[in-house]
């Protein structure tokens, strides 16, 4: 089955602790994506990478990392220095190729700081 | 910059009823314009997409028609369904190829 998987589910941390979410697509696609989403609220996007080995800050980048050495993966790391990291973080692709472009997401990690 | 503008929620409706999400738009150029459905829980997929003016996306018994001189993407169904009760958002791509969402919808559907 192709598609978009992220890991874990659930994420608890403590306050202070980095924590690496996963994402991993199988769909071939060249562009991979970071949204955050808070109650009652739209996506906002974090990190975006177009490119294996290239990636781009978004609207709220601060507080955030990411690598993407390889095409089908692009882990996000949230550290300390994000002031309120509790939300949920979906992890979209697409083919990154011009205005008809449709990106698919995962199904989210759900960050609770404790 | 560019953006987007939902109706907000939570929009209440009987089995059967007819549904209408307002969306609106503000943007430089013709972007693509999407919505997307998220049920509790889980991310979000695509519901139906269109490219350019008039033209009209539909799935599930979901349509929108991309109308460019009122710059909205209102989302419809003749027959909503216990089923349909999800978040709708709508989005647009701007000219750097980012999605820019609205702030969504709730639909509530009883029975």
């Known amino acids: 089955d192709g598609g978009i998987t992220q890991s874990p589910k659930y994420l608890f941390r403590k306050e202070g602790q980095n924590v690496t979410l996963s994402c991993e697509q199988n769909?071939?696609?060249?562009?991979m994506y970071w949204y955050r989403q808070d109650p009652g609220q739209g996506l906002r996007l974090i990190y975006y990478?177009?490119?294996?080995?290239?990636?781009q800050k978004g609207d709220i980048a601060e507080g955030y990392s990411v690598s993407r050495e390889k095409k089908e993966s692009f882990p996000l790391t949230v550290t300390s220095a994000q002031k309120n990291p509790t939300a949920f973080y979906l992890c979209?692709?697409?083919?990154?190729?011009?205005?008809?472009?449709?990106?698919?997401f995962g199904p989210g990690t759900r960050l609770t700081v404790l | 910059g560019d953006s987007v503008t939902q109706m907000e929620g939570p929009v209440t409706l009987s089995e059967e009823a007819f549904l209408t999400i307002n969306c609106t738009y503000t943007?430089?150029?013709?972007?693509?314009l999407f919505w997307y459905v998220q049920y509790p829980g889980e991310g979000l997929q695509l519901l139906l997409k269109?490219?350019?003016?008039?033209d009209k996306g539909s799935n599930k018994g979901f349509e929108a028609t991309y109308r460019k001189e009122t710059t909205s993407f209102h989302l419809e169904k003749g027959s909503v369904q216990v089923s349909d009760s999800a978040v709708y958002f709508c989005?647009?791509?701007?000219?750097?190829?980012?999605?820019?969402f609205g702030s969504g919808t709730r639909l509530l559907v009883r029975p």
């Open positions: 979209a692709s697409s083919t990154g190729k011009g205005q008809t472009d449709t990106q698919y």
């Open positions: 769909l071939n696609h060249d562009a």
């Open positions: 990478s177009q490119i294996v080995n290239d990636f």
């Open positions: 943007a430089t150029g013709y972007p693509s």
């Open positions: 269109a490219t350019k003016a008039d």
């Open positions: 989005a647009l791509m701007d000219s750097s190829y980012k999605l820019i």
